[in-house]
């Protein structure tokens, strides 16, 4: 029986791709056209472009955060919003369109995260095609990762950021701060914690806590193998009970897209139902945070996470730990569980940098319409 299934889906494989190939381009199509139908005598416009598609709850709640920045600080632009393959397909004239529409007070907005890099991906592409065609675009860069494993990538991708001599760029942690001042000596830069942040001190929870949450990533990022991880589990289950789970979730992003507030504060509370959260994830960290729950981070094969925490140092000193083995894990979990904790944190991310970011990009817009 299993043979014959195998045979039936080699024979369709080529028509499902096929088809799905079509759907993607009528999607694609009908998106762009959204453009030509924007009347360009209406209000000022945000074009927030790079939007979330897929199902990781960390990357959601990313677009949820700038939703919501957007929406308390610029209530007065209409806000038009756009996947990165989307604006990257050349077969429809999005950027073309895109160009004739923007006027000087408009707005680009980059959407957050691991997307400045050679990895894989259409961000950066992304960002490269909107700056070369639109230098003197009003642009803020959400908060970045930056990473590239080839100069040619990096030096082709700074070639091009450096054109936009009207775009806000954040840096998500100290080491991409650090490469972003090389490589970009005319941008404007800032170090900035990633808008997630913005949700830690707005919720308090009161029910029982109890066990242990490893929230583990299983891609190519992790530094630790499965085995590993739940050898770890093992040892921690001698005297805790551990569960294990990770912030990628078996749903569309689609259905998540239609319910964000109840995905992303969903998970928050179930982070809330912990002693302690040990985690490889960037999201993780802040969710536990925004859950009050203390985490212990582990590493990752590059600086993302560690380096992430770095923000939370001085703010919540007795919740966020870094470790940099398993062994000092363990360490750190039989210390915390013996602390005592009124699992209440203040909303210091939210008050002291988001709160002043309009500030910041407006400095850079309004040097731009100076020059109009």
């Known amino acids: 029986m299993s043979n014959v299934v195998s045979i039936v889906k080699n024979i369709f494989r080529p028509y499902y791709r096929r088809w799905k190939k079509y759907r993607i381009k009528l ?60 604006v990257v397909d050349s077969r429809f004239g999005f950027i073309e369109e895109l160009k004739a529409l923007l006027s000087p007070k408009d707005m680009i907005v980059f959407q957050s995260g691991y997307t400045t890099q050679d990895l894989g991906g259409v961000h950066d592409l992304m960002h490269r095609l909107i700056i070369d065609n639109m230098p003197y675009a009003n642009i803020l860069m959400m908060p970045q990762t930056i990473f590239f494993k080839k100069e040619e990538n990096k030096l082709r991708t700074a070639y091009s950021y450096n054109q936009a001599k009207n775009m806000l760029f954040l840096a998500r942690d100290n080491v991409s701060y650090q490469m972003a001042l090389a490589m970009f000596p005319d941008v404007h830069i800032k170090p900035f914690p990633d808008i997630v942040t913005t949700l830690i001190g707005h919720f308090n929870f009161y029910h029982k806590r109890d066990g242990i949450l490893i929230c583990r990533r299983n891609d190519g990022e992790k530094f630790y193998s499965e085995e590993q991880i739940i050898d770890l589990k093992n040892k921690i289950e001698e005297f805790e009970l551990v569960s294990i789970s990770d912030t990628t979730i078996k749903r569309s992003y689609k259905t998540i897209r239609k319910d964000l507030k109840g995905f992303v504060e969903g998970i928050i509370e179930d982070y809330s139902k912990y002693k302690l959260i040990i985690t490889d994830r960037y999201h993780g960290t802040i969710f536990s945070l925004a859950a009050n729950t203390p985490v212990i981070v582990i590493k990752t094969t590059d ?58 990009f407006e400095n850079v817009y309004n040097h731009n319409l100076s020059k109009q």
């Open 27 to 86: 999607y694609h199509k009908k998106q762009v056209k959204r453009l030509f139908s924007i009347d360009t005598k209406d209000k000022h416009k945000i074009f927030y472009l790079g939007i979330t598609a897929h199902s990781n709850l960390g990357d959601m709640a990313q677009y949820y955060c700038i939703r919501t920045w957007l929406k308390s600080n610029y209530s007065d632009y209409e806000v038009f919003e756009f996947e990165a393959n989307v």
């Open 303 to 360: 600086h993302k996470v560690t380096t992430g925490v770095d923000w939370f140092k001085g703010v919540y000193n007795k919740y966020a730990f870094k470790a940099d083995s398993l062994e000092e894990v363990l360490t750190l979990t039989k210390q915390i569980l013996f602390f005592e904790y009124d699992y209440r944190l203040n909303p210091y991310f939210d008050k002291e940098y988001y709160g002043k970011l309009k500030p910041f």
